[in-house]
């Protein structure tokens, strides 16, 4: 089954807990702190597999998780870091982030990593606190959180041309002709449901891959049809090959055919039609094909300058006939289309930096259900998933670090008094003026 879209969840490895310790050893007095650090957590990553070309191995496994650090341990050893966990991926995925709507990265090229979640790093250990007026600390980091995202991924085949057209123009018998490809081909619309690819190869040494993609309707980019689900395939390619049924069977006007689908392309993406564009005139052993093609011509200069003139190109799928000055034309038109005209723009491509996003500011709210305030917010959320409550150290040290980012003050704006009670996720304490 071919899937090109899929949500997953993805969570990365929280660091080690911090230890706290101390040197205890015969004829050793005042050994002093000796916790240990926590390990960093695992990363998730993304990384092409040129093996794979579909997402389906996501339709069924959506949530992936890196495994946590291992916490530190006395005589200030480290904890143990966790392995990330790589994922693999095809060629041409585009990884979004589903509540921003940011794109994360491109992932285009063979083995091409990208992290998506980044790791918690491990807590440190009593021994980072020590100082001459506590030279004992009973204060120890847990490990911080790692993150935690929803992804959207989208799978844009790699391919270097592009077949397009209405249903039944011919694409999937000229595909199956000129590849190796054994595409479904029938005498009905839609018998295409999902984009098929095949490699050309030219007796020169050239060879070129190819999609035939499912057939446009009239008012696709607007969701009408099967092939609007398939548009976004089109951006990939270098080379299009817009296939016009020329026979006139289908009670259909070629001319109005080509600007249809056109028409489509621009409105889905207007960039598309700035790249080389091959008029196939398909079905030419079918009676009056020649006379539409007359026809078509006539009015394709009728419309268009004659430096934009598009070529035509008459073939028979069926005899054959004009298939090896298709495929030649074709590939010398790769030759000279750079790549990097067509390439994502750069802002997609870029490796997403979670450090760069500043924790957003606190937020002090009164909950009357739990007869609380509420305090919220990512800064204050992962400062307290780092404080070891079990130590009263680390709880006071928590303490400043509140009142330096302003809670309290806050507090006391807000209207809390002495001995009311404050929330912070599933830990409550009492305020004290």
């Known amino acids: 089954m071919f899937v090109d879209q899929v949500k997953i969840d993805v969570k990365a490895g929280n660091g080690g807990n911090g230890m706290v310790a101390f040197r205890r050893e015969k004829y050793v007095p005042n050994g002093g702190p000796a916790g240990g650090d926590g390990g960093r957590g695992g990363n998730v990553i993304f990384k092409v597999d040129s093996g794979m070309n579909t997402l389906m191995d996501f339709r069924y496994h959506r949530k992936f998780k890196a495994k946590n650090g291992g916490n530190g341990a006395n005589k200030k050893m480290t904890g143990r870091s966790a392995d990330d966990l790589v994922i693999p991926v095809p060629e041409g995925t585009t990884v979004t982030n589903s509540d921003t709507g940011e794109v994360i990265g491109d992932l285009v090229k063979p083995d091409q990593e990208l992290i998506v979640a980044k790791a918690g790093r491990g807590g440190r250990g009593n021994v980072h606190f020590a100082s001459p007026t506590n030279p004992a600390p009973e204060i120890a980091e847990n490990g911080e959180p790692g993150e935690e995202v929803m992804l959207q991924l989208e799978l844009k085949v790699l391919a270097d041309v592009g077949l397009v057209g209405f249903p039944s123009a011919g694409k999937s018998t000229l595909l199956s002709v000129i590849t190796s490809a ?80 056109n028409k489509e392309l621009s409105d889905y993406d207007p960039n598309i039609l700035k790249r080389p564009q091959i008029v196939v005139a398909t079905k030419m052993d079918l009676p009056d094909a020649a ?54 723009p750069v802002e997609t491509e870029k490796q997403y930096d979670y450090q760069s996003q500043a924790p957003t500011n606190f937020q002090i709210g009164y909950d009357k259900e739990i007869a609380s305030w509420v305090i919220s917010g990512d800064k204050i959320e992962r400062l307290f998933k780092m404080t070891d409550t079990a130590h009263d150290q680390s709880m006071l040290r928590f303490a400043r670090q509140m009142r330096g980012m302003g809670i309290d003050n806050a507090l006391r704006k807000a209207g809390a008094k002495d001995g009311d009670t404050v929330t912070i996720l599933d830990f409550s304490f009492t305020y004290v003026e």
Request: charged share 25%; glycine share 8%.
């Open 291 to 344: 006379d539409h093609l007359k026809t078509f011509k006539t009015q394709l200069e009728a419309d268009y300058d004659t430096d934009d003139l598009p070529t035509v190109l008459p073939i028979s799928s069926v005899t054959h006939t004009g298939l090896t000055d298709l495929v030649r034309m074709t590939a010398d038109l790769l030759e000279k289309t750079d790549i990097s005209d067509l390439q994502q």
């Open 182 to 261: 054994k595409p479904k081909i029938a005498g009905y619309h839609f018998t295409t449901l999902v984009p098929n690819l095949g490699m050309v190869r030219l007796d020169d040494g050239r060879d070129f891959a190819v999609a035939d993609l499912p057939g446009l309707v009239e008012g696709a980019s607007k969701g009408v049809g099967l092939g609007f689900q398939f548009l976004r395939h089109v951006e990939r390619t270098r080379v299009i090959l817009h296939l016009v049924d020329m026979s006139g069977t289908e009670g259909r006007d070629p001319y109005d055919d080509f600007v249809a689908i």
